[in-house]
């Protein structure tokens, strides 16, 4: 191995840190204790390395967001390849969502709820972003009725589940009716 391969899986190593124990941070303390510091602190780095890798927390938050992006639309995949019918796909595909939503809140506010420098639904979209959406568009474009944009019909339903993850969350739904608000999501706007 050359000292220049050696040096770049050097630096994808650190990055790789990095991003880790941004998450990890924000999963136990929340986003706003990712600070530049707080992470050379942890990963015995100084700052200027970490700003060799990223220019502050917002590009940290968007390499957060990708890897989640990339994640969730793993888990979506493996729920969905497992279920029989497209009710059963559907209603997998939803119960993925929320419970990726559930057990990384961090990451999920990372995705969609931060700045995180990314752009949504252009041209210039990453790869894992649209590749998380492509996760859901094929399990709802096959329910997505008659004259109706399979494109659209997913956004409508990926929305539905953002309010249902975010709601509950927030405590503003009651997390004990999330399967019932799930059954009705499906049996009614999927209408399978």
Do not use: C
Request: charged fraction near 25%; aromatic fraction near 8%.
């Amino acid at each position: 191995m050359s000292v220049q391969e050696r040096k770049q899986r050097e630096r994808a190593e650190r990055e790789r840190l990095i991003v880790a124990t941004a998450r990890e941070l924000a999963e136990q303390q929340g986003w706003d204790a990712v600070t530049t510091r707080q992470l050379a602190e942890r990963i015995e780095y100084s700052q200027p390395v970490l700003y060799s890798h990223f220019r502050g927390k917002r590009e940290i938050i968007g390499a957060v967001a990708l890897q989640g992006a990339t994640e969730m639309a793993a888990a979506v995949r493996a729920a969905t390849a497992a279920a029989d019918g497209p009710r059963a796909r559907v209603y997998a595909l939803a119960r993925a969502y929320l419970d990726f939503a559930e057990r990384n809140p961090a990451v999920y506010d990372a995705i969609f709820q931060l700045d995180g420098g990314l752009a949504y639904a252009q041209e210039e979209t990453p790869e894992p972003l649209k590749d998380a959406f492509a996760a859901l568009l094929e399990s709802l474009g096959e329910v997505a009725g008659d004259g109706v944009a399979p494109g659209l019909f997913t956004e409508m339903f990926w929305a539905s589940l953002h309010g249902l993850a975010t709601l509950t969350r927030s405590g503003r739904l009651p997390p004990e009716d999330t399967e019932p608000r799930v059954e009705l999501l499906v049996d009614r706007l999927a209408m399978v």
